[in-house]
């Protein structure tokens, strides 16, 4: 049942990912995605009883600090340099 | 235990939804907040109190602060609102929605294929938690530390808010150009003046 | 005495090394002095080696020195080690000997000239590399010895590489010479197919039991064997190499073109004569080979104006004469003939480039002339040269050596009438063009001033070359004269003697017949070109067409044009973009077209790459749910 919610959770991070044009709610979908993650790890170590689901949680914490932490950075970044944050405008990268 | 499960798990799916449909930056943020502190209420009821405690610092605390401050630092107000009613139009739901309701299908189907089983509460203490940590994981821990290290510096260095610096090798032949593209702007500039 | 060996080709590659690394600073006297001197320390090693064993033959008739050994490959195994028997050391005696009269004649030929190091360099590189090809203990190092030849020759003939024709000339030699190599080397990997052994005494022991007469194996081996002779030795249909490698200094043209490496072929047939002889067809292939070629080369040597071009073809004649003698199992007579021939036509090169450096590179003999009173020393040797050349009877070495060759063509058991005719006609022939050589060049009205006289250290090399041209043919005399066969007693401890027909006429009368065409030769020559412009009679339009035809070689430079380059460039031409190269393309062109069609995925909107995702994990857990 947990896992469900989980799935659930999931799922709505990702469609936010997919419809949003703007950065920063796209980080905040990925976000929802990873908190999704972890509650699966969390509730995988309660179903077993072993503290690894809630040590696994704690590394996606730090991975998800880290990465929002750099990502906001990039934003900052993009706007200062583009004046926008339509990810659709950003592609510089294309072939 | 199950009936604090079920109530915030409907909040936490509920607040999510709300997430991903608003459209001004605060109004979404404060949703996501309700929905860190749902989801750490799910973690307390299943018997992870530490875990709750952390979901609560440091996602509700401490990301979402990030992104408030971002939010100011960009001026994300009602023109961002406005724009973003502009981008969210039905039609582009669509098929994002279906793809991944499809997934959701085929990831509940797997999920009840296995036995099943009913959900039991076990208790598991920061104490058994902090020994794994510093037990078997403490290698990892480390490797978090310098991940966490890097993203400090990483974002500092990104978000240093610079001035375009160029390569000394670069410099001049930037300037030429820049030169080239300012002649014609006054050229261009004194004919109008002429024709004026 | 078996240690003395490996100094001979030692000393030779010392030089190259000294000259080739420090050449460029050394001052000029002390590179003539290396590149002259090792090889007439080489040639001294040698005499002192051929005098040991003429006074006690060693064990099992050859000196032997094992170096080290080369390497081993399953049952193969390669020692470099030296081996001189009684055929080895006729040759190594000319190699040294003649080789050291020619370098002593170059560091003065050649003062004038700007990469004095880098000729004398490549020079005893060659020497070095003869002397392995006829010391070989083995047949690998030997055709280590013959590519080391090969790539002298190259390097020397487009030595004054500034001259395009030069270096077509040098390319052309290495290309027709590696036709022959090739075939060798394809003879050799049968012969250690079929006997195991590489080893020289091993075939020659082994293969007389282990080969039936006549049997199909022996005859491919042997045919390759001879066609890598004959890319060497310029002989029919691979000699048009050699007029070509003219291109060279006189000094390379009389050591390598004139007096041993061309003859490397003669030296490979009779040291595998028991292989030859095991093989009629072959013997008689050789025999037939060495007619055709003594008699069109001698033809092609009448018409030729080029002073080192007539010396060239001449060449080709006389070692035509070599294989003739092969052929019909006269090897003594044929080594005979190598022997003597080394000197006088040595001589003749040399002779011929004291007067073409005399007359400022004056190459045509109808603008030479007159030199007789001129350059007195010089006429002299030349005239020796010829003589010998022309095979005056009794005064001159090639009388010795061609009359025992026209003799065993008739008299020999492989001989017949039909071959020595063409040896007769060739006799004139040669008489012919030697007197016309003579008389143009010496006789007449002077037509270019002489620039300068030779020097000293050039001259003296003439006369001890003239003074072997005439002496060296005393050692061995005809059967029916004086009784006096040094030369034959000592190859015949190597090779077999001659088997001789039954019931011939008097060996007198031949000699009187091949006498009596020399004098009808020189006597035609004399009746033709003395005092007169010379060139009169090859101006009626009759003989014009034909003086064409011989002029150019038979046209054998056209016809391998017509048969074998034409046709390849018209494939290549064809093949330019063949099918293979097709393919590749192909391949490039797929990838080109696939990138194509990638790259407009690669649009840079973010969201499509994750759908992209996305769909990729459905399609796995859809997989994980169908299976």
Redesign the interface.
């Known amino acids: 049942m947990v896992l469900l919610v989980a799935t659930v959770l999931f799922t709505l991070g990702l469609i936010g990912v997919l419809t949003r044009k703007n950065v920063v709610f796209m980080l905040i979908s990925v976000e929802i995605m990873l908190n999704a993650a972890g509650l699966a790890f969390v509730a995988a170590g309660s179903r077993w009883e072993q503290p690894d689901g809630q040590v696994m949680f704690l590394f996606i914490l730090a991975m998800a600090a880290a990465e929002v932490s750099v990502g906001l950075a990039l934003v900052l970044q993009i706007y200062h340099q583009h004046k926008t944050l339509d990810v659709e405008n950003l592609k510089e990268l294309k072939d | 235990m199950s009936t604090l499960?079920y109530i915030s798990?409907l909040v936490?799916?509920a607040s999510?939804?709300m997430?991903?449909t608003r459209y001004h930056?605060v109004h979404?943020?404060l949703f996501?907040a309700v929905?860190?502190l749902s989801?750490g209420m799910?973690?307390l009821s299943?018997?992870?109190p530490?875990?709750a405690a952390?979901?609560v610092i440091?996602?509700a605390g401490?990301?979402i602060v990030?992104?408030i401050?971002?939010?100011m630092?960009?001026n994300?107000g009602r023109e961002?609102a406005q724009?973003?009613k502009e981008?969210?139009k039905p039609k582009?739901?669509v098929?994002?929605?279906i793809?991944?309701?499809?997934?959701?299908a085929?990831?509940?189907?797997?999920?009840f294929q296995g036995p099943d089983?009913a959900?039991?509460?076990?208790v598991?203490d920061p104490r058994?938690?902090a020994?794994?940590?510093y037990g078997e994981?403490i290698i990892?821990v480390e490797l978090?530390g310098f991940?966490?290290m890097?993203?400090?510096v990483?974002?500092?260095h990104?978000?240093k808010?610079q001035r375009k610096e160029l390569h000394r090798f670069l410099q001049n032949g930037e300037e030429e150009k820049a030169r080239q593209l300012r002649e014609p702007e006054s050229v261009t500039n004194e004919q109008t003046v002429l024709h004026d | 005495m078996d240690q003395l060996l490996a100094y001979i080709p030692a000393f030779p590659l010392l030089g190259f090394l000294i000259l080739s690394l420090f050449g460029r600073n050394l001052p000029k006297q002390l590179i003539g002095v290396i590149g002259a001197g090792t090889v007439c320390i080489a040639a001294l090693i040698t005499i002192v080696v051929g005098i040991a064993f003429l006074q006690t033959t060693p064990e099992g008739g050859a000196f032997s020195q094992l170096l080290w050994s080369w390497f081993r490959v399953g049952n193969l195994s390669i020692d470099i080690s030296l081996r001189v028997d009684a055929l080895t050391l006729v040759f190594i005696f000319i190699i040294t000997f003649v080789g050291a009269l020619i370098h002593i004649y170059s560091a003065f030929f050649m003062w004038h000239d700007r990469d004095y190091a880098r000729f004398f360099a490549s020079m005893n590189l060659f020497v070095c590399a003869m002397l392995l090809l006829v010391m070989a203990d083995n047949l690998v190092l030997m055709y280590l010895g013959w590519e080391g030849v090969g790539l002298c020759s190259y390097l020397l003939i487009g030595f004054w590489y500034e001259v395009p024709s030069n270096c077509r000339a040098a390319n052309k030699a290495f290309l027709i010479t590696r036709i022959g190599d090739t075939a060798l080397l394809i003879g050799l990997f049968l012969l250690f197919q079929e006997l195991g052994t590489l080893n020289i005494p091993g075939i020659l022991q082994r293969a007389p039991d282990y080969f039936a007469s006549g049997s199909s194996n022996i005859e491919l081996i042997t045919i390759l064997l001879l066609v890598g002779g004959m890319g060497k030795s310029a002989q029919m249909p691979l000699q048009t190499w050699l007029p070509d490698a003219m291109a060279g200094p006189s000094p390379v043209s009389a050591l390598i073109h004139a007096a041993t490496m061309v003859t490397a072929g003669v030296y490979l047939i009779a040291r595998m004569h028991v292989l030859f002889q095991l093989s009629p067809v072959t013997m008689a292939i050789v025999a037939i080979i060495g007619a055709i070629t003594l008699l069109v080369a001698g033809c092609s040597a009448l018409v030729q104006t080029d002073i080192k071009r007539i010396l060239a073809y001449s060449t080709i004649s006389q070692i035509g004469y070599m294989f003739l003698a092969l052929g019909i199992g006269a090897w003594s007579a044929a080594i005979f003939h190598f022997f003597t021939h080394a000197f006088f036509k040595a001589l003749l090169f040399l002779a011929a480039g004291v007067v073409i450096e005399a007359l400022h590179h004056e190459h045509n003999i109808f603008m030479m002339g007159g030199l007789r009173k001129r350059m007195p020393v010089v006429f002299f040797t030349f005239l020796a040269g010829a003589a010998a050349l022309s095979a005056l009877p009794l005064v001159s070495a090639g009388f010795f050596s061609k009359d025992a060759i026209l003799w065993y063509s008739w008299s020999a058991a492989n001989g017949n009438s039909f071959l020595w005719l063409i040896a007769l006609a060739g006799a004139f022939i040669t008489a012919l063009y030697s007197t016309r050589l003579m008389l143009v060049v010496f006789w007449g009205e002077m037509k270019t001033p002489i620039h300068e006289q030779p020097a000293q250290g050039m001259v003296i090399p003439l006369i001890v070359l003239a003074f072997f041209s005439v002496a060296a043919g005393f050692i061995e005399w005809p059967h029916n004269m004086v009784h006096l066969t040094l030369f034959s007693d000592h190859v015949q401890k190597v090779l077999p003697e001659t088997v001789m027909k039954q019931g011939l006429p008097s060996e007198y009368l031949f000699q009187a017949i091949a006498a009596f065409m020399t004098f009808a030769g020189v006597y035609m020559g004399y009746m033709m070109y003395y005092g007169k412009p010379g060139v009169r009679w090859q101006q009626s339009p009759g003989l014009s067409a034909t003086r064409e035809f011989l002029f150019s070689g038979w046209k054998f430079d056209q016809l391998y044009q017509f048969l074998f380059v034409k046709p390849f460039v018209f494939i290549t031409r064809i093949n330019k973009s063949d099918v293979i190269d097709r393919m590749y393309n192909g391949i490039a062109q797929a990838s080109l077209r696939l990138n194509s069609w990638f790259s407009i995925s690669q649009n840079g909107s973010l969201r499509l790459y994750i759908v992209g995702v996305l769909a990729g994990i459905l399609f796995i857990i859809t997989l994980q749910l169908l299976l």
């Open positions: 499960f798990s936490a799916i999510t939804i997430v991903i930056p979404a943020l996501l929905s860190f989801v799910i973690f299943l018997g992870a530490f875990v952390l979901e440091v996602y401490a990301i990030l992104f401050f971002v939010v630092m960009l994300l961002t724009q973003e981008w969210l582009v739901w098929v994002p929605s793809l991944v309701l499809i997934l959701l085929e990831m509940t189907i797997l999920l089983q959900m039991q509460v076990s598991v058994k938690v020994l794994s940590l994981y990892a978090t991940l966490l890097a993203g400090i990483g974002a500092a990104i978000g808010h």
